[in-house]
């Protein structure tokens, strides 16, 4: 049976920061990634559709990458909210983050066809800039393993 | 007006190995991400979709990374095929790559409503793995840099 999360940072994202493709909840072609606390560290879960095939059998690597993408700025974005004193769902607005960078190593094939957990932990590494390890579990076998470094929205982002 | 490639590596692989979400002929939801020389260094060129946003006006850094991913193992895909002593059209089987890792910067936000240019550098680490280190440029603004290391397909992919 699919986990599902009841409370993740996207859910929270002001209108006008939710139609990213990987995790805006406007974006109705969109992946809708939803990321969450478990414990000390942040989980996503997701079931990747029919046509994200690298090969039959085998899930695309670029939408593995996408998924520890968002994991890691909706990571950050809960990091931060946390550290201000908020959780996702007691109305305050959280902070949006971008990826500076991405790194991905594909340890495995990932099997299609099951839902993907991918697991992060956080490190500030100063204010404005997280650095988010994650892991991408494919029943239970680690696939992949990624980090992303991400920032505070700079402004260059609004128009 | 848009460039457009003759001659993609991705339109030679059998029918078996064109599935990929990123640059399989045959999936008709995919990118379709086509992949040729430019001299002596690579190209693809594609055009994001409407719903392809980080936020209103940019580029979804996920699709960036599946650019970089499928440009990288078509890449190294045209570079063993050409010390083969073939180029795409003439008829020989390309051999067929995956992703060990893939690293992405991004330098400035993507600019939405565009093609995408990604022009890639191919280094032989040894014959069965190649480095692609790849430049993402919107209206000729270099937006990301990233790397890809690619290997010949393993037979575990095989079931």
């Not at 990634?33 to 029919?50: L, N």
């Not at 690298?54 to 695309?60: I, M, Q, S, W």
């Not at 769902?89 to 099951?114: C, I, Q, Y």
Request: include cysteine; charged fraction near 20%; proline fraction near 7%.
């Amino acid at each position: 049976m699919e986990e599902i999360l009841v409370k993740a940072i996207q859910d929270e994202y002001p209108d006008d920061f939710a139609w990213c493709y990987g995790c805006g909840r406007l974006n109705e072609e969109g992946h809708h990634f939803r990321t969450g606390w478990q414990g000390k560290q942040t989980v996503t879960i997701y079931t990747p559709e029919q046509a994200h095939l690298a090969l039959p059998g085998f899930v695309y690597g670029g939408l593995v990458a996408s998924l520890i993408d968002c994991h890691g700025t909706g990571s950050a974005a809960l990091t931060l909210h946390r550290k201000n004193g908020h959780e996702p769902g007691d109305g305050a607005e959280p902070p949006r983050f971008v990826t500076a960078s991405l790194n991905v190593n594909f340890l495995k094939p990932t099997p299609h066809g099951v839902p993907l957990k991918a697991i992060g932990t956080v490190h500030e590494i100063h204010p404005k800039k997280f650095k988010v390890e994650t892991e991408v579990y494919a029943n239970d076998v680690l696939c992949a393993r990624g980090e992303v470094v991400a920032v505070v929205m700079p402004s260059s982002f609004f128009k």
